[in-house]
């Protein structure tokens, strides 16, 4: 594979995962440029205001653009600002020179937002008339859908003093609960869990989440059960803590519908989603429905492995046999062979990110759980996860890369209002990556039944997960911020609704032992982006929907889609589907079609097995 060849000595010059290189950003905390870039954003936030504040609506078409520009400028300095100090944090939680300066950056950037927000508040103090103009002006054209969103969010619109104590409140107040528990959870220490070979998950004294969330795969029943309970351990020691964060982030939610006029938590989020209530209606509906299949996959799971599935056998290895190790050279390597064999430009930019160090994969304690995918405007994205040397990892690289390729389309493109597309469109690239790796690795596995078995297995297990785990996640949610606008609750609230949700999904086919009712702590979104995780179910049906369209009609895909990639948040996600690559997420029928699909998979293993 051609590409490989350029990369395979900076994979191999580590033994282990690399870490990034964030001197694209800063060469540390005491680059003289941080003070530099600093100054300059607070002169240039500061010439802005006394320039403009009270005149926008005596401005051109061609001013406002003007002021775009200048905006955009500042953002994207600011975020460079941020980002560094929240990488490194990121990458270990215990930096306490990390968290001081992310904090600093995240002050500066209030005050930025501060000085800066009576610009978007004028514009939505134009007459409708004055605001036609500028909606039809070719020197804003490239703004065009950045102003519509700006139009839909006109009624819900404060007087800037209150937006500035919204910001500075935030500070104090909802951003600094969500921080507060990201830091506490950083901090938390898992037991041991000893494997069969009575030797334990980790070298140190105690062991991290992602060396326990690997064990979820482990062939060995004690060993899952072990592990998963390591970490419910902390969730159940600290209930009432994380509960008492929820509780507040979803009462400052509250406090600010009624403040902004908003129906609910939910009308919020998917005004900025781009979504509507019907399509969320739809895929609730839609995954309500069909848990039929959730059931009969893990009855048919069940039955292969001679138990009944309890909630820390959902990822148990279908063979007793354990799948070999994926060290993390041979993980880069199968992975560019899979994206190569979809196109040689996108194998090219994946390319980027080995050679630069733009992931960092290292398993080290304290850093930040799962795994992400950080775009910066202006320069790359920089992708975290923990690579533990097996599948689950490798899908995980598979995705991230996913979203950083992404990324790196829309920065061909896009300026900086039109460069974060809109979550469901966020996540079609990622998924489609891991379609590509499957199909790459079920290929390369011809012949080995149990390995097959195991890709298909893994894939179906991924995709009941985002199609039904996020969206129950969000049915909690939504009981979530229903019962904040009655009062506030606590950890018995939270704990009960969140297994009968489950035992409703789960049927009499999955066991939920008592930890269970801990496990919504550990979901991150809930806290940081209500209404997030059902996203993941509406881009999973998506991705699903132009997978099968690549097999129907080969390499003509491929522009369609890169074009797909390329909008950014520059028109409307629904119709940027249609235009690009023929799917309707309107349509009930596209969320059948991924059903469908899951339900073809799930007949194909049952066929196997028989």
């Known amino acids: 594979m051609q590409y490989w060849n350029t990369l395979q000595a900076q994979v191999k010059s580590s033994s282990s995962a690399p870490a990034w290189d964030l001197s694209d950003l800063y060469n540390g905390f005491e680059d003289p440029a941080i003070e530099t870039d600093l100054h300059a954003l607070k002169l240039a936030a500061r010439q802005f205001r006394e320039t403009y504040h009270n005149h926008v609506n005596s401005l051109s078409p061609i001013e406002i653009a003007d002021c775009l520009h200048q905006l955009e400028a500042m953002y994207e300095r600011s975020g460079y600002l941020y980002a560094f100090p929240a990488l490194i944090f990121n990458a270990n939680t215990q930096n306490k020179i990390a968290k001081q300066a992310m904090d600093k950056a995240m002050e500066t950037y209030t005050q930025l937002q501060n000085q800066l927000l009576f610009f978007d508040l004028e514009l939505k103090q134009l007459t409708p ?139 919020k989020q998917l005004l900025g989603d781009q979504v509507s209530k019907s399509v969320f209606n739809a895929i609730m509906e839609g995954m309500g429905d069909r848990s039929d299949l959730f059931q009969r996959y893990y009855r048919l799971k069940g039955k292969a492995l001679g138990q009944i599935i309890c909630s820390a056998d959902l990822y148990a290895p279908w063979s007793l046999e354990a799948v070999p190790a994926i060290p993390y050279e041979e993980g880069v390597k199968t992975l560019m062979a899979a994206i190569e064999q979809f196109d040689v430009n996108y194998a090219r930019r994946a390319e980027e990110f080995f050679v630069n160090n733009w992931v960092d994969a290292t398993v080290r304690p304290g850093k930040q759980g799962g795994a992400f995918c950080w775009y910066i405007h202006g320069k790359h994205s920089y992708l975290l996860q923990s690579y533990t040397e097996d599948h689950s990892s490798l899908f995980t690289l598979a995705h991230e890369m996913g979203h950083g390729l992404h990324f790196s389309w829309i920065a061909d493109r896009q300026s900086y209002f039109n460069s974060m597309p809109p979550m469901v469109s966020a996540e079609i690239a990622s998924t489609f990556n891991e379609l590509l790796l499957l199909d790459y ?145 309107e349509d009930a029928a596209t969320i059948r079609g991924a059903l469908q699909y899951v339900e073809r998979l799930i007949d194909r293993l049952e066929e196997s097995i028989d």
């Open 441 to 585: 690795l079920l290929k390369q596995a011809e012949g080995d039944k149990e390995l097959t078995k195991t890709l298909i297995t893994r894939q179906l297990e991924d995709q009941l997960s985002l199609l039904f785990r996020q969206s129950t996640i969000s049915q909690l949610e939504r009981l979530i911020h229903d019962r904040a606008t009655e009062g506030t609750f606590d950890a018995t609230f939270i704990n009960q609704a969140w297994m009968e949700l489950y035992k409703n999904l789960c049927g009499d086919a999955v066991e939920l032992l008592p930890e269970h009712q801990y496990d919504w702590a550990r979901i991150g979104h809930i806290f940081f982006k209500p209404f997030y995780c059902y996203q993941y179910t509406a881009s999973t049906i998506v991705s699903l929907a132009c997978y099968q369209k690549y097999l129907e009609v080969g390499k003509a895909f491929i522009p369609g889609y890169l074009e797909l990639l390329s909008v950014g948040d520059s028109m409307d996600q629904v119709e940027a589907l249609k235009k690009y690559v023929e799917v309707d997420l």
């Open 129 to 267: 008339e004055q605001f036609q103009k500028l909606t039809i002006a070719p020197e804003l054209q490239i703004y065009q859908h950045y102003l519509h969103e700006i139009d839909k969010s006109r009624p819900y619109l404060l007087s800037e003093a209150v937006e500035q104590t919204r910001n500075q409140s935030s500070l104090t107040g909802r951003e600094a609960f969500i921080q507060l528990r990201s830091v506490h959870l950083g901090e938390q220490t898992y037991p041991l869990v000893t494997l069969p070979n009575n030797q334990t998950a980790s070298n140190q004294t105690a062991s991290t989440e992602a060396e326990l969330g690997a064990l979820a795969f482990h062939p060995d029943r004690d060993t899952r059960t072990a592990a998963y309970q390591s970490i419910r351990s902390v969730m159940k020691t600290h209930n009432s803590l994380y509960a008492y964060i929820l509780n507040a982030v979803a009462q400052d939610h509250r406090l600010e519908n009624e403040m902004r006029g908003h129906s609910s938590t939910l009308e």
